[in-house]
């Protein structure tokens, strides 16, 4: 008695199927991004003093009532395996940095557990903020602290550089 196999093309069909299926569910899913904080500035790091910390919110609500530009520091302590360069742009998105129309949001971006740090511009501030200055700001004020385990220090510098 002859068994009644399916015809191999449609075998190898179902196991790229079932390949594909596993690839996905193996996947690392986006890390979770936190929820907007009432003020421009989101520590869920806890590596800025509280006394800092409240200077550097003043300063930036002050900055961000004058100019209507929307300008945030957001420490992470890790952004669990996902890149940087994509997961502040869509920090920036979900919290809607900048406004939607006119996009004029900067965010200071620090995950001190993968010793990664970058300055996330709206593409309104791009003609303030170029990526060339923004990397320069990254690499000549607030790596040399961050090296130095200065982060507070590093972030108020980056950010004294960035809206003056």
């Known amino acids: 008695m002859k068994a009644l196999l399916p015809p191999a093309p ?7 199927w079932i390949a594909a299926l596993l690839a996905l569910a193996a996947a690392p899913l986006r890390a ?9 500035i989101l520590d869920a790091a806890e590596i800025i003093p ?9 300063r930036l609500r002050a900055y961000n009532q004058e ?3 929307a300008v945030m520091v957001v420490t992470i302590p ?21 406004g939607k129309e006119s996009d004029q949001g900067l965010i200071l971006l620090v995950a001190p557990k993968d010793r990664k740090m970058r300055i996330e511009v709206g593409y309104g501030l791009e003609q303030f903020m ?14 040399p602290r961050f090296k130095a385990d200065d982060y507070p220090g590093g972030i108020e510098a980056g950010i004294e550089a960035i809206i003056t």
Not at 32 to 40: F, H, I, M, N
Not at 78 to 98: H, K, M, N
Request: glycine share 12%; charged share 30%; aromatic share 4%.
């Open 10 to 16: 449609l075998v190898r069909l179902i196991l790229i």
């Open 32 to 40: 979770e991004l936190p929820a907007r904080p009432d003020g421009p």
């Open 50 to 58: 509280a006394e800092q910390e409240a200077k550097l919110d003043q």
């Open 67 to 69: 100019t209507g530009r």
């Open 78 to 98: 890790s952004l669990e395996g996902e890149d940087i360069a994509s997961y502040g742009p869509a920090l920036g998105r979900a919290w809607g940095v900048g």
């Open 130 to 143: 170029p990526d060339v200055l923004a990397g320069r700001i990254v690499r000549d004020t607030i790596r």
